[in-house]
């Protein structure tokens, strides 16, 4: 096959947390050159026209629906959700129905992603059983038959013992636990973080405190096994001084947020808007500020879009009993760039915490812009205006709560291992 030469493109490089123009040579499924210019004889030549070219995305948290929910999102759809939005690997979460806690189950979800999605698929399976939290699942096995990591997604596990005992297990495997900090007792039921707002339109909720409350649990169990562990969303300023002492006493801890999170505030739920509901729900302006500072710094490792795709019934019900989540493959980049133009994160630290570090963790060789890496990238016009319309996304379901916002920021061509899966050829 014929090389494919990228010109006059603005790299962007989070390695380095430099932005250049240039150009990328495509070979072999890999990015074999890098440089201001380069040699275009006897290669297919896209002339990028000064846009953004970047790794792709590597998005940690992605909820499918298969099996058992292939009607609000299948891996064909999803791949091409994750196409359309630069991601370029999609993690996939465990709370399917059945859940993926055995070998056979995780097999069978591999290969349907295999066959269906165009963008890479990487699994997860549960840590325990049914997530139920009484009887940790067969790590080993699981790890053996692709598992990149094992979480219990939003089921907090409440038995101590079982908890400490999966990541001693986890440990010893050098397997990466994920963990979703919510104190539960002080969760359950709530609709909305505790305040003025929320008393003022009758929400059920929840103090700020049962995140602080469940992450100082898993920083003293981290500290007793030793093992890895990555908190799948930090959302509150008071959790952020307890994550810090954590690194800074050399704990194998990372953190991520959500899109949501980082971009929309407890106001967004005006009158039960439901496809604002979130788990954990969406926090006070100063929280989301105090969030978007630690992403800058560091201590908030990862972006993600926590994609959690739900039907019209689930979300078309009272505010506390809708279902929580929302769709966001294909607007985790544009509502990114939100921070970019508000001058709050370069376009280098973006992409650190979309790329780069998802990858890191995952201990993946992409999310990188360096010869060698896998020539998975994103080509993006980052002024390009639009105003979204949800019916018009790939999802298979709809619910998005950034829909007729007015974006920024337009995807225009995606590669994974150097073949274009999205854009003009």
């Known amino acids: 096959m014929r090389d494919t030469i990228i010109t006059n493109a603005l790299l962007i490089d989070p390695e380095a947390g430099t932005t250049t123009l240039g150009a990328v040579r495509l ?18 030549v896209i002339d990028a026209g000064g846009l953004c070219l970047a790794p792709g995305i590597v998005d940690i948290g992605v909820k499918v629906g298969e099996p058992g929910e292939r009607h609000k999102e299948s891996f064909a759809s999803a791949g091409r959700a994750a196409a359309a939005g630069g991601v370029t ?80 297990y986890a440990k010893s495997l050098g397997a990466l636990v994920i963990s979703h900090v919510q104190e539960p007792g002080l969760s359950v039921g709530a609709a909305a973080t505790s305040s003025a707002f929320a008393s003022l339109r009758g929400l059920p909720s929840v103090s700020p405190m049962a995140e602080r409350m469940g992450l100082d649990r898993d920083i003293a169990l981290l500290e007793m096994t030793g093992a890895r562990l990555h908190i799948d969303q930090i959302t509150t300023a008071r959790a952020l001084p307890a994550l810090k002492r954590a690194k800074d006493n050399g704990l194998d801890i990372t953190a991520g947020i959500s899109i949501h999170h980082l971009t929309l505030n407890e106001m967004d739920v005006a009158d039960y808007r439901t496809f604002f509901k979130m788990t954990p729900p969406l926090r006070a302006e100063e929280d989301r500020l105090a969030a978007i500072e630690a992403v800058g710094s560091g201590l908030i490792d990862i972006i993600c879009s926590m994609h959690t795709p739900q039907d019209e019934e689930s979300k078309r019900l009272p505010f506390e009993v809708a279902a929580s989540g929302a769709v966001g493959l294909e607007t985790l980049l544009p509502a990114s760039l939100r921070l970019y133009h508000a001058g709050n994160l370069t376009l280098p630290q973006l992409f650190r915490a979309l790329a780069l570090n998802p990858a890191k963790r995952l201990g993946l060789e992409s999310g990188r812009l360096a010869v060698g890496a896998p020539a998975d990238l994103v080509l993006f016009d980052a002024d390009a205006p639009f105003i979204l319309d949800r019916f018009l996304l790939q999802s298979k379901s709809k619910n998005t709560p950034f829909d007729g916002a007015r974006l920024q920021g337009r995807v225009r061509g995606t590669w994974v291992a150097g073949t274009r899966i999205f854009g003009e050829n």
Do not use: W
């Open 27 to 44: 070979h072999g499924g890999l990015l074999a050159e890098i440089a201001d210019s380069i040699d275009v004889s006897d290669a297919d």
């Open 89 to 168: 690997t999609i993690v996939t979460r465990p709370d399917t129905d059945p859940v993926i806690d055995t070998p056979e189950i995780l097999e069978f979800v591999a290969k349907r992603a295999g066959s269906a999605a165009r963008v890479r698929v990487l699994p997860m399976a549960t840590l325990t059983k049914g997530r139920a939290g009484r009887e940790m699942t067969e790590i080993g096995f699981l790890q053996d038959a692709g598992a990149v990591a094992f979480t219990d997604g939003d089921h907090v596990a409440t038995n101590t013992r079982v908890y400490s005992r999966a990541l001693t």
